[in-house]
């Protein structure tokens, strides 16, 4: 069964300074990755999503990630984080033959002025 | 476009209370339908999911139970809340590349 490792809780960073969240999956072929953020008390929103070829993926607001296989990971990066960023990240992985989503834990994104 | 619509966005509940929630989806067909948890602090738990009409996957045993009486309708209902049911409801639906989420409902049970 697949499952997503996201190390870090809380993650508190200075607008305009650049951010990498941590996740990091387990499963035995090749999977299909997400980043979707959520502000609070709203839905998730999918900020974007690794199936193949290129494993460094742009998504909306600036965001991109980078898949590597060899270290299991598919980590978010922005290169400057602006005061709209603060909310909670989640990373999920998505199996072949299986519907649903599986997602990680959280991050919870803190932007200081 | 596709939308969807979960409601109610809150709800106290009091324990041994049922409960329905329901979620509904436009401007599509035949989607795979999704209950998601999010207890306090703790990520997405998968609940419920639907492939078609009458069709419910239970991916975790308890006491809700989930219905789907119409092909973009998704009831999700407990004849006896819990403590432990308190969390933030998601409802979803997929294409073959992206899930699409709700904006969900607070249930606190008391």
């Known amino acids: 069964a697949q499952s997503v490792t996201q190390p870090d809780i809380h993650i508190t960073v200075s607008e305009g300074a650049s951010l990498e969240l941590r996740c990091n999956y387990s499963y035995g072929a090749t999977p299909y990755l997400f980043w979707y953020v959520q502000s609070p008390g709203q839905g998730l929103q999918l900020l974007l999503k690794y199936f193949s070829g290129d494993t460094l993926v742009q998504g909306i607001k600036g965001f991109e990630a980078e898949f590597k296989r060899s270290q299991s990971s598919f980590n978010l990066r922005k290169p400057s984080v602006h005061w709209s960023d603060a909310a909670e990240y989640f990373c999920a992985v998505g199996a072949t033959g299986r519907r649903a989503l599986t997602f990680g834990s959280g991050t919870r994104l803190q932007v200081q002025p | 476009s596709q939308t969807i619509h979960q409601w109610p966005a809150t709800l106290v509940q009091p324990v041994g209370s049922p409960l329905s929630l329901e979620c509904t989806v436009e401007?599509?067909?035949?989607?795979?339908l999704y209950w998601y948890r999010q207890a306090a602090g703790r990520g997405l738990q998968l609940l419920f999911y639907s492939v078609g009409i009458g069709q419910i996957s239970s991916e975790v045993p308890q006491n809700l139970s989930a219905s789907r009486p119409q092909d973009r309708q998704f009831i999700l209902s407990s004849k006896k809340l819990l403590l432990s049911d308190s969390g933030f409801y998601l409802c979803?639906?997929?294409?073959?590349?992206?899930?699409?989420f709700g904006s969900g409902t607070q249930l606190s049970v008391l």
């Open positions: 401007g599509t067909s035949n989607p795979n």
């Open positions: 979803a639906w997929s294409t073959t590349e992206k899930l699409f």
